[in-house]
């Protein structure tokens, strides 16, 4: 696994990560409940031998505070490690709604002005405007999502050290 910063790394909202491990589920549980031990100042989680959630600790609670998902699972006879770095689930997919929601009402209304417009009607005088609102809508939640991306910067680069310190060393050479 190269571990070095690239462009894609700051382009992609949630970046991932797929090593190969000589351990078991179980001892590459122990291990990661170790060095949060070790780190309890500066991480909290949860770790069983399938999946695992590392957060990093902070005085206060952001909506996008980000996490390190890591799940442990079986392929080709060996041991993978998963990892995924963002938000939680419950704000990644309210995001994802609000993309969904306010696209579908901005192609509703403009196909209302649209067809208004072919059909030389004045029913729906409104439609235009309405969707422009919701292109500002859409604006205003990409524009939330990197205010919260960048806010969050920090605690990346914490978790970022967290998986390379504690998972990079049992990645299994080829």
């Given amino acids: 696994m190269q571990t070095e910063e690239t462009t894609l790394d700051k382009i992609r909202t949630r970046p991932r990560f797929k090593m190969f491990t000589h351990l078991t589920k179980e001892e590459y549980a122990e291990n990661l409940k170790n060095y949060l031990r070790e780190h309890k100042d500066e991480f909290s989680g949860n770790i069983n031998k399938e999946v695992a959630t590392i957060c990093v600790e902070t005085k206060y609670d952001t909506y996008w505070k980000p996490r390190l998902s890591l799940r442990t699972e079986e392929e080709d006879d060996q041991i993978v490690i998963r990892g995924v770095f963002g ?12 993309y969904f929601s306010f696209s579908i009402l901005w192609m509703t209304f403009f ?3 649209y067809v208004e417009k072919q059909i ?6 409104w439609a235009l405007s309405a969707s422009f609102i919701m292109l500002a809508c859409i604006a205003a939640t990409y524009i939330a999502a990197r205010f919260g991306q960048s806010k969050a910067k920090d605690e990346m680069q914490k978790l970022r050290r967290f998986a390379e310190e504690s998972t990079l060393q049992f990645e299994k050479k080829n």
Wanted: net charge neutral; proline share 10%; no cysteine.
């Fill in 120 to 125: 030389k009607s004045n029913d729906f005088p």
């Fill in 111 to 113: 196909t209302m002005f």
């Fill in 87 to 98: 938000p939680s689930s419950a704000v990644w997919t309210f995001f994802m709604f609000l």
